[in-house]
Antibody, heavy 121, light 110 residues
């Protein structure tokens, strides 16, 4: 069945750029039915949608993060990535990737196991 | 402050029926479908209910969702100890032009 898995550095310095990649297995990222999304969860807090991308490269972002976020896709590797610039301690969180049914239903499934990214000098 | 409002906590005893509410507005729940996620301790969220009241394959029928106006509810019947988790509602908000989550409800099975 379809699986997604996050990877990337677990520690990023303040003011630098956080970069994570999500690898999709058991299915094609080029499906015309789904977007692919990033969601984060600060320690002990709730979930926040970061943004989503279609295989064609079409993206949409959380307006509160839009100025700092870039999501890209590499269909040849069946991967998509997120970059978050100018990070601060407030960006410390578990970052999840997930398949996103973005039409009218907007559900995420499945989710990756998540990766903790800490912002600290 | 989340756009979708959930009670921070809920509780019940084994076998009981509990409900968790999710209150929104005309720009989100009032217009768009609601999804619910279950997050067991130390794990990633899992889709529990989609499109207001649909269960993905493998989700027990003890879990049900409903929506009325700008509010939605998740009901869990025959409560079990393994249902102890955080539950989140989510949906699209037309005014914010973004996807929003509720603040989450921590369910304790007494």
């Amino acid at each position: 069945q379809l699986q997604v898995q996050e990877s990337g550095p677990g520690l990023v310095k303040p003011s630098e750029t956080l970069s994570l990649t999500c690898s999709v297995s058991g299915g094609s990222i080029s499906s015309s039915s789904y977007y692919w999304g990033w969601i984060r969860q600060p320690p002990g807090k709730g979930l926040e949608w970061i943004g989503s991308i279609f295989y064609s490269g079409n993206t949409y972002y959380n307006p509160s993060l839009k100025s700092r976020v870039t999501i890209s896709v590499d269909t040849s590797k069946n991967q998509f990535s997120v970059r978050l610039s100018s990070v601060t301690a407030a960006d410390t969180a578990v970052y999840y990737c997930a398949r996103h049914a973005a039409a009218s239903t907007n559900w995420f499934d499945p989710w990756g196991q998540g990766t903790l990214v800490s912002v600290s000098s | 402050q989340s756009v979708l409002t959930q009670p921070p906590s809920a509780s019940g005893t084994p076998g009981q029926r509990v409900t968790i509410s999710c209150s929104g507005s005309s720009s989100n729940i009032g217009t768009n479908s609601v999804n619910w996620y279950q997050q067991l301790p130390g794990t990633a969220p899992k889709l529990l209910i989609y499109s207001n009241n649909q269960r993905p394959s493998g989700v027990p029928d003890r879990f049900s969702g409903s929506k009325s106006g700008a509010s939605a509810s998740l009901a869990i019947s025959g409560l079990q100890s393994e249902d102890e988790a955080d539950y989140y509602c989510a949906g699209w908000d037309d005014s914010l032009n973004g996807l929003v989550f509720g603040g989450g409800t921590k369910l304790t099975v007494l």
